[in-house]
């Protein structure tokens, strides 16, 4: 069986408009990633009572899962007006980095590599990530998730 899904370009474009004094300071970037044949889109209400798990990440299929190597791009908006929601990233070693977004706000990763270090040693190497957790401040908060892969 072949698939009918043909593989397209994901444009991201990152867009800032400010007009100070009369002057515009606007700031267009724009990124092109080719191949992508997978795209996954929701909204998921994260809790503030205990810390859920968004996404995981793994080299097979499986339910719930995104594989490592074919991840491209991740992206989460806080899509609440009031509160704020915590992003816990987390690698294979248990090592974690949080992320805070404030409502409104949004979150980016352009692959699934990342590097921690409990003691600020030097940069040794990137590791890939197994999952990203979330939990609201003080009032369940909706967040926006969209992952592309290849």
């Not at 990124?31 to 044949?37: A, D, E, F, K, V």
């Not at 977004?101 to 890939?128: L, Q």
Request: hydrophobic letters at 45%; glycine letters at 4%; a negative charge.
């Amino acid at each position: 069986m072949a698939s009918t899904i043909a593989p397209t370009d994901l444009i991201v474009s990152v867009n800032e408009q400010i007009n100070l004094n009369g002057n515009p300071i606007d700031s267009t970037n724009t990124l092109t990633i080719p191949s992508i044949n997978e795209v996954d889109k929701r909204i998921v209400t994260i809790p503030f009572a205990s810390e859920v798990t968004v996404l995981n990440f793994g080299t097979a299929v499986a339910a719930g899962t995104y594989i490592i190597g074919n991840v491209k791009y991740i992206r989460i908006t806080n899509k609440d007006d009031t509160n704020f929601v915590r992003i816990r990233v987390t690698k294979a070693t248990a090592q974690t980095f949080d992320v805070k977004i404030d409502a409104g706000k949004t979150f980016m990763m352009a692959n699934t590599s990342e590097s921690v270090s409990e003691t600020a040693a030097s940069f040794s190497a990137f590791v890939d990530m197994t999952s990203i957790n979330a939990q609201a401040d003080t009032a369940n908060v909706d967040c926006e998730i969209f992952i592309a892969s290849t």
